[in-house]
């Protein structure tokens, strides 16, 4: 099944906020947060890295066609995903809202297949 990663930074400072932030999305929110994956048609899987330069996120999606889901989650006009992306842009200063002209992520290895060559 396809697969797409991306890797996300947390504001500096925003680490706690992001952990009350998965808490509620694995809590409270979670129906809301898996009925909007489901809709979408993608299993989200989210990790924190951290690293000398600071805290990452990485965030995989998993469905038919990733890309495409990543396109319609961000885009959805609901409460829930207002609410998501307003979190999102406090803690990562990222504004998810704004269309991106490409892929997130550019797939590179697969320990099972030959990777495309290098550009």
Do not use: C, N, Y
């Amino acid at each position: 099944m396809p697969l797409m990663a991306v890797a996300f930074p947390i504001l500096p400072g925003k680490t706690a906020e992001w952990r009350e932030f998965i808490g509620e999305l694995s809590g409270p929110r979670h129906q809301e947060f898996a009925d909007s994956r489901r809709r979408a048609g993608v299993h989200e899987r989210t990790f924190l890295q951290p690293t000398p330069m600071g805290d990452l996120v990485i965030v995989t999606l998993e469905g038919d066609d990733p890309g495409r889901a990543f396109g319609q989650m961000v885009g959805a006009g609901d409460a829930f995903t207002t609410w998501f992306l307003e979190r999102a842009k406090a803690i990562h200063g990222v504004d998810l809202a704004v269309p991106m002209t490409g892929s997130p992520s550019e797939f590179v290895l697969d320990s099972a297949q030959v990777a495309a060559p290098a550009r």
